[in-house]
């Protein structure tokens, strides 16, 4: 390995992680580190599989490392020409600096083009010389490694001592006049140096905005995993909140229950936060790839054109292209949790009518505990819908016209008019769906849309021409296709457990004549037209509990 790097260099540059000294032959593994060939074939070695020893990311997947040698792969891994060009920068200035002409006198200057280190006279000389005048000769004071490696001209792949005045694009080399006379005499076409330089700048401008665009995702879906972790948080301290209110009013009666809807909160909050770290730290780590991929692109391209350009151009195209920032990689790691507590308004009232009669709650407590709920909606919704206004106000997020279904907390009561306000539609779309679900919203598989459900028991009121749920085949309203911002639309149950369509607080008729079963939630689904809707006040409508 090479000597140790000078004090004003960045050893996280020019160090290698494992050896600690000046990166040899320094390799772009992966994730976007630099090790020493030598040390990356060292490290190899290591049993189990190896992985990047700053971030764990691995570095070869088992079936390349089966089926290739140790040797093969680790040149595989592409070069840090700029990394590698400023160390061997870094020994050249860390030499004696004496002149290569004289005898015992100390060099002032260095000829970036040949190499060479001169005495002040022989600087003067060297400048003059019909050969030498157009090289390029720099003062050993203001040199430093980083700006010595950005000044190498390009030279030539077959003759490393000349420079190169041409680019053969079928070959991928640079190419000085010999060559470009001889060797690629026959090739169509030959750049100048300079021109392949800008192509390499420009393209090297669109990795960068690759680079950045892939970590803006990132960021952004971070960001989102955060913000579940937080709103989970909140769900969390809200549910055990309303079991601690429940235990408080119910006292002895309901506490063991209480612990254990408390527990089953807390294990679902841990599990689900536990995926959502995990999914947080996949993303963190691939943000960290984008991010060291990035750093380098910009360290390349803050060096002035220099002979490595050309090869970190193809050499960074190639490892922006094995980064992954899919759609599929984000949604594979996104995870939103509910955490969600449902009551049944039904069971609290018998349980504090029973112990009311034992005096343990009073008669006024039972009367107002029997009165008309509240429509709230569930914490188990599609995924494009959010709901604000202590649950009663639900809206989708997006254009998208699927996963908008959203049902009511709680079940539904007989004789009862459960309602929503349309607030919002898109006029570009015309299905609406309203009704009921006959399962729990606790174990609901909520559909893309109650109109294509298979898996649940579900009883809508739609504006097709005719639709089968659950082997029941329920009566179609068209007014549904014209609903306006404004609009009220409700469902209630009548005496019988008839479900019936109320339009703006108006009696439609009954939906179907099948009796629904105990207990059923409220169901609407903004499908496409309906973007918002409010939940309007329960209220008591006695002439469906007539007979």
């Not at 004696?96 to 002409?101: E, F, I, K």
């Not at 190498?152 to 640079?174: D, E, F, G, I, R």
């Not at 350009?309 to 050499?315: A, L, Y």
Request: proline residues 4%; charged residues 25%; hydrophobic residues 35%.
């Amino acid at each position: 390995m090479a000597a140790a790097a000078a004090q004003d260099d960045d050893p996280r540059d020019t160090e290698c992680i494992v050896c600690h000294e000046l990166l040899t032959i320094p390799k772009i593994l992966p994730c976007g580190h630099l090790l020493c060939r030598h040390c990356l074939l060292s490290w190899l070695k290591t049993p189990p599989e190896a992985k990047c020893p700053v971030c764990r990311f691995p570095i070869l997947d088992a079936q390349r490392a089966s089926q290739e040698s140790l040797d093969d792969a680790v040149d595989t891994f592409p070069t840090h020409l700029l990394v590698e060009a400023i160390v061997e920068a870094e020994r050249v200035l860390s030499k004696q600096h004496t002149c290569c002409v004289c005898v015992d006198v100390a060099a002032v200057s260095l000829c970036t083009t040949c190499g060479d280190m001169f005495c002040q006279a022989c600087t003067t000389l060297h400048k003059k010389q019909s050969v030498s005048k157009h090289h390029n000769v720099e003062s050993l004071t203001s040199l430093s490694a980083a700006s010595l490696a950005s000044r190498k001209p390009t030279t030539c792949s077959a003759h490393v001592h000349q420079l190169a005045v041409a680019y053969c694009p079928a070959h991928a080399v640079s190419v000085c006049v010999l060559c470009a006379t001889t060797d690629h005499r026959q090739c169509a076409v030959l750049k100048k140096v300079e021109t392949r330089v800008e192509e390499s700048r420009v393209l090297l401008t669109r990795v960068a905005a690759t680079l950045k665009a892939g970590e803006e995702k990132l960021d952004k879906a971070i960001a989102e995993v955060e913000e579940n972790i937080s709103s989970l948080d909140r769900q969390t301290d809200a549910g055990v909140s309303e079991v601690e209110a429940i235990r408080q009013r119910l006292v002895k009666a309901v506490d063991a229950r209480c612990h254990q809807v408390k527990e089953k909160i807390l294990s679902t909050s841990s599990h689900l936060r536990d995926k959502m770290e995990a999914g947080k730290a996949v993303l963190m780590k691939q943000r960290a790839r984008f991010g060291n991929h990035s750093r380098i692109v910009q360290e390349v391209e803050r060096s002035p054109q220099h002979g490595l350009f050309n090869d970190m151009t193809s050499t960074m195209e190639k490892c922006v292209g094995s980064l992954d920032c899919s759609d599929k990689l984000l949604t594979s790691v996104m995870v939103k949790g509910k955490v969600a507590l449902t009551i049944d308004p039904q069971a609290v009232t018998r349980i504090e009518q029973e112990l009311s009669q034992i005096g343990i709650v009073s008669k006024e407590e039972t009367t107002q505990a029997t009165q008309v709920p509240v429509l709230r909606f569930h914490d188990n919704h599609g995924r494009r819908i959010r709901l604000s206004n202590n649950r009663q106000t639900a809206e989708r997020t997006d254009a998208d016209t699927s996963d908008g279904v959203v049902m009511s907390r709680d079940p539904m009561i007989v004789g009862s008019l459960y309602e929503v306000r349309v607030d919002a539609i898109n006029r570009s779309m015309g299905q609406s769906c309203i009704g009921v679900v006959t399962s729990s919203p606790d174990a609901f598989s909520v559909p893309g849309s109650a109109m294509a459900d298979n898996s649940n028991t579900v009883l809508c009121v739609c504006n097709n021409d005719t639709k089968a749920f659950g082997q029941r085949v329920i009566r179609m309203w068209s007014g549904l296709k014209n609903v306006v911002a404004g609009t009220q639309l409700g469902v209630a149950l009548d005496s019988s457990r008839r479900l019936h369509l109320y339009v703006n607080g108006k009696d439609q008729g009954v939906v179907t004549t099948d009796t629904i079963p105990d207990p059923c939630h409220f169901m609407f689904d903004l499908f496409s037209r309906c973007t918002r809707v409010t939940a309007r006040p329960v209220r008591q409508v006695p002439e469906l509990m007539t007979p």
